[in-house]
């Protein structure tokens, strides 16, 4: 198993489209139309200069064991290293052991093996020779054993003019952190201009209403020096520890300025159950849908349109959950390789261990995705945990027809049926993503025995009526 | 008894109302068997508690609590419906002070149901979209008075919008914020059907505004304090405990569904027949 998987095909195919959708975020000009660029959670980069930064999807995985929250955070930067810096409300100064960098590749993992995934069958022979030799089963569209297609410390001191206090300062990997706390937001943009954090006047009240709940900040730098050594070419996931009752992530600072819609994937890994949001609306996206097999050429533009659709139904308003399923090793076939305990354990999993080929203790992985902008979330997300150990996956189901012989009697019943299913996938196709129908009707290709549209019979007349 | 003198009648075509465009537009995480068993459940086990407590059927306030489960409780498995059926409906039997229920069966259950893990509320699940025809509806069950008790739902909603608005002026968050957090499904269903549950409120109007705060004080310290979720039930499951002292420090008789306002406004002359 290498150590950095390759992403799944579907996180591959979303690629595009997220590049799409979130490149503005890249440009969300946090400051006025200066070059100062938002992340799309908790903080934000703040760059020195223009530069071409390039953030391409935000993903967090939030592990959480009744208080104690692990949160690790991925990002696409790719622009000047040297104008990379974040900033993010915590609720409790982080010390240096709790903080650490971490391997892509558990990330990674997660959003593969999370990911809505296509499941992909193909119909028997209709005029099998002698027996049929694919028996089919009842229940085979819902099993989800599908064939599926996706693959130091610095002493602390007080700034006097601007009440800014550092509380700590220390490098992990490649990051330079403080851990800051202030009296006065104003004073804190002062200070973090003044230390070359380019600190958009705009994000003065959101900070203030952080400062009065006591939260400190988590202020991260590319240590260049660091970068260096690490041999890395990309900047790896910043991780956080910290135990706190609040259960939430701070949207609000990344939402500053946004002209364009921010997408999010948050990953949970608690003990217990399905993680949803209580202060938005939670809704599963739909799942086990068919649609037309030619879609799989371009599930990415199906998925990315679907989604938009969602959204755009329910006003943009709702957080999207995209797979929640019990922890285990054994699915069979899987989306993508298991997670396995040490990427679990790398992610602030630390209650899983394996045994027997199996995780010991296991928990719950919820997957969800929301599109956002600060109109329609004007709180940043409140979690809950729940007892829903009940499993769900998106899953797009498309069955390839029998392309041989269907002259037998069977046969012709069978491409009745087929006509009329693949109608139906049509309209689902139709239904989910809002395309156009005629352009969908058009793309379902020829059938090598098409059906002859035959007249409805006449209705059957009852032998009484005949004496006459 | 005359169809419109009874404010359950009321409740219950608003509930029903709700939970159908719930499930049908909100995709809200429970099924038809769920619905059909919650219902089922409340009223075989109200049933055989009249008949064990040598009491009258009464199937109006099981409904509103079977309807309101069904609104609010989801579950992994359906064979822990009746469960909550039976810890909402027993209680109004089981837990009595002075021949008087001091929980609201609904809440009593779900908080029952969360703090023994076996089940869990969902406070999103509302949305936006039906916060405004829900209000419209609540109040006018006000206006109407086809609501009970009044009183208790407008002091705490007082308390309560005090209390978010304070708290956000207090920490600079901008008014959006508690405007956000107004809209609520699930606040204006606890507003207007639980905590307004007249057999388990204290029985005068000052004690009900001294409950009402107490309520909403505790609800606010539990989810801004605390940050736990769903702090209302859990209030007032706590809260309610102190009914009978309420009503020991301001006296006043017990509620009559037929009677709603001669009890309203004083105490009421008989004890309670119903449930």
Known sequence: MSENPPPSLYARLLDASRRRTLMPIALLALGLGLAQQAWAFCGFYVAQASSSLFNESSQVVLARDGEQTTLTMANDYKGNLSEFSIVIPVPVPVKKTDVRVVDKGAIDRVDAYSAPRMAEYHDPDPCPEPAPRYPMSAGYASRPSAMMMDRSVMAEEKDEATGVRILDSYTVGEYDILILSAEDSGGLVVWLNREGYKMPERATPILQSYIAQKMTFFVAKVNLKEKRDSGSSFLRPLQVSYKSPKFMLPIRLGMLNAEETQDLFVYTLTKRGRVETTNYRTVKIPTDAEIPPWVSKEFSAFYTDMFSRLVERDGMSGVYTEYGWPLTIACDPCSADPITVTELQSLGVPWVTEQYGNYQQGGYLTRLHVRYDLDHFPEDLVFQETADQQTFQGRYVIRHPFNGDTSCSDGRTYEKQLAARQEKEAQTLGALTGWDMGAIRRRTPARANPVKPTPPPPPATPEFWRWE | ?275
């Not at chain 2, 989801?74 to 089981?94: C, Y």
């Not at chain 2, 029952?112 to 069950?141: E, H, R």
């Not at chain 2, 009978?244 to 006043?252: A, D, S, T």
Request: hydrophobic share 50%; glycine share 8%.
């Open chain 2, 1 to 275: 008894m005359n169809l419109l003198s009874d404010p359950r009648h009321y409740q219950i075509t608003c509930l029903s109302t709700l939970l159908l465009y719930g499930t049908i537009s909100l995709d809200f995480e429970v099924s038809p068997p769920q619905i059909l068993l919650t219902l089922l459940s409340v009223q075989v086990i109200q049933y055989l508690c009249c008949r064990l407590w040598r009491q009258p059927f009464e199937w109006r306030s099981a409904m509103i609590s079977g309807l309101s489960l069904c609104l609010l409780l989801r579950v992994n498995t359906l064979a822990l419906v009746p469960v909550a059926a039976l810890i909402a409906i027993g209680s109004k039997f089981v837990i009595r002070v002075n021949g008087q229920h001091i929980f609201n069966p609904t809440c009593l259950a779900l908080v029952a149901m969360i703090g023994l893990d076996l089940g869990w509320v969902s406070p999103g699940q509302w949305g936006n979209g039906v916060w405004l025809a829900f209000a419209v509806a609540c109040l006018g069950g006000m206006v109407t008075g086809k609501a009970a008790r009044r009183d208790i739902t407008v002091a705490f909603l007082a308390f309560w919008l005090i209390g978010l608005f304070g708290r956000s002026w207090w920490i600079y968050e901008p008014m959006t914020i508690p405007l956000h957090r107004v809209q609520s499904g699930a606040l204006l269903l606890f507003s207007f059907f639980m905590i307004s549950d007249p057999r388990a409120t204290p029985n005068t109007r000052a004690g009900r505004v001294l409950f009402a705060a107490i309520v909403a004080g505790v609800a606010w310290y539990i989810q801004f304090k605390l940050f736990r979720t769903n702090a209302l039930l859990w209030s007032l499951a706590g809260i309610s405990m102190l009914t009978p002292l309420i009503n020991r420090l301001f006296g006043g008789g017990a509620y009559r569904w037929d009677r709603p306002v001669v009890s309203d406004t004083g105490p009421a002359l008989t004890p309670a027949l119903s449930n």
